[in-house]
């Protein structure tokens, strides 16, 4: 049975990402609603520790010390949420503003499903805009063209308690972990923006040809095991990849640029 007021807890990564960090607790403390606040520190060696040190009374788990990757450092968060729905915040990323959990917890009706809601992305001095979405997803169903943004994800605790993330994956873990949560338990999508999170993570940068080949045979592995068109998954994600690869390369940070001026476009088609 749970209250009319649905509990948060927030799980924040950290590597060697101070100055993000400090960012992120900022806007975590700056909530008008209660949450329980884990951080999971990658055993940093720049100001981190002293970073979270100042927080310290908003932290309820703090852990520092090496992991094997960012889903094993999630998954080590996980062991330490109690709360009705669990929301990553990781270093560099924030909510909106102040009221952020409190218009999401209006928006809850169910404990025993998931919920996304829209995400501003920022990075390379340029302008932030929403992550493309289709307003048409008012019960999300699992997408090849469209994966809600992680950040802006409520995982309920039914959800998390049972399930952790493949960390024999390691830049598409996530997507797997939203696509489960849609197939076992749904997701329901909230028109409201959410958070604010950083372009350039792992799952964004195409630069190095290795990382983007890694990431084309996680996607495809994730794929198939949702969607029954193994063909046309194969050289849709191949294609897509090694297309963001070249743009990236031969653009640079003008790459950026280009996809916010896409996604504004694609904005425009769903409102």
Same mark, same amino acid.
Not at 45 to 72: C, L, M, P, Q, R
Not at 146 to 161: D, E, G, M, R, S
Not at 167 to 184: A, E, M, P, W
């Given at each position: 049975?749970?209250?009319?007021?649905? $509990?948060?807890?927030?799980?924040?990564?950290?590597?060697?990402?101070?100055?993000?960090?400090?960012?992120?607790?900022?806007?975590?403390? $700056?909530?008008?609603?209660?949450?329980?606040?884990?951080?999971?520190?990658?055993?940093? @060696?720049?100001?981190?520790?002293?970073?979270?040190?100042? !927080?310290?009374?908003? =932290?309820?788990?703090?852990? &520092?010390?090496?992991?094997?990757?960012? +889903?094993?450092?999630?998954?080590?968060?996980?062991?330490? #949420?109690?709360?009705? %729905?669990?929301?990553?915040?990781? &270093?560099?990323?924030?909510?909106?503003? $102040?009221?952020?959990?409190?218009?999401?917890?209006?928006?809850?009706?169910?404990?025993?499903?998931?919920?996304?809601?829209?995400?501003?992305?920022?990075?390379?001095?340029?302008?932030?805009?929403? &992550?493309?979405?289709?307003?048409?997803?008012?019960?999300?169903?699992?997408?090849?063209?469209?994966?809600?943004?992680?950040?802006? @994800?409520? %995982?309920?605790?039914?959800?998390?308690?049972?399930?952790?993330?493949?960390?024999?994956?390691?830049? #598409? &873990?996530?997507?797997?972990?939203?696509?489960?949560?849609?197939? %076992?338990?749904?997701?329901? +999508?909230?028109?409201?923006?959410?958070?604010?999170?950083?372009?350039?993570?792992?799952?964004?940068?195409?630069? $190095? !040809?290795?990382? @983007?080949?890694?990431?084309?045979?996680?996607?495809? +592995?994730?794929?198939?095991?949702?969607?029954?068109?193994?063909? !046309?998954?194969?050289?849709?994600?191949?294609?897509?990849?090694? @297309?963001? +690869?070249?743009?990236?390369?031969?653009?640079?940070?003008?790459?950026?640029?280009? =996809?916010?001026?896409?996604?504004?476009?694609?904005?425009?088609?769903?409102?």
């Amino acid at each position: 049975m749970h209250l009319n007021v649905p $509990s948060f807890s927030i799980i924040t990564i950290n590597y060697n990402n101070s100055i993000g960090l400090e960012k992120t607790l900022n806007s975590i403390i $700056s909530q008008n609603y209660n949450y329980e606040l884990i951080v999971i520190d990658g055993g940093s @060696t720049d100001n981190s520790i002293i970073v979270a040190n100042i !927080f310290i009374n908003h =932290i309820k788990t703090f852990i &520092s010390e090496k992991d094997n990757g960012i +889903y094993d450092a999630m998954n080590k968060g996980l062991k330490y #949420c109690n709360n009705d %729905f669990l929301i990553f915040l990781n &270093s560099g990323d924030t909510f909106m503003n $102040s009221e952020s959990l409190l218009n999401a917890s209006l928006n809850i009706d169910k404990w025993n499903t998931g919920y996304f809601f829209n995400a501003i992305i920022e990075g390379y001095k340029i302008i932030p805009f929403k &992550s493309p979405h289709n307003y048409s997803y008012v019960n999300y169903k699992n997408s090849l063209f469209f994966i809600p943004n992680h950040q802006a @994800t409520l %995982f309920p605790k039914v959800y998390y308690k049972s399930n952790s993330y493949l960390t024999n994956l390691h830049i #598409c &873990s996530d997507v797997d972990y939203i696509f489960r949560l849609s197939n %076992f338990y749904g997701i329901k +999508y909230i028109n409201l923006d959410f958070v604010k999170f950083e372009i350039g993570g792992i799952s964004s940068n195409f630069k $190095s !040809f290795i990382k @983007t080949f890694s990431q084309i045979k996680e996607s495809i +592995y994730i794929n198939k095991i949702y969607f029954k068109n193994k063909i !046309f998954i194969f050289f849709y994600i191949s294609s897509k990849f090694i @297309t963001k +690869y070249i743009l990236h390369n031969i653009l640079g940070h003008y790459y950026y640029s280009l =996809i916010k001026k896409l996604n504004e476009y694609r904005q425009r088609l769903f409102n």
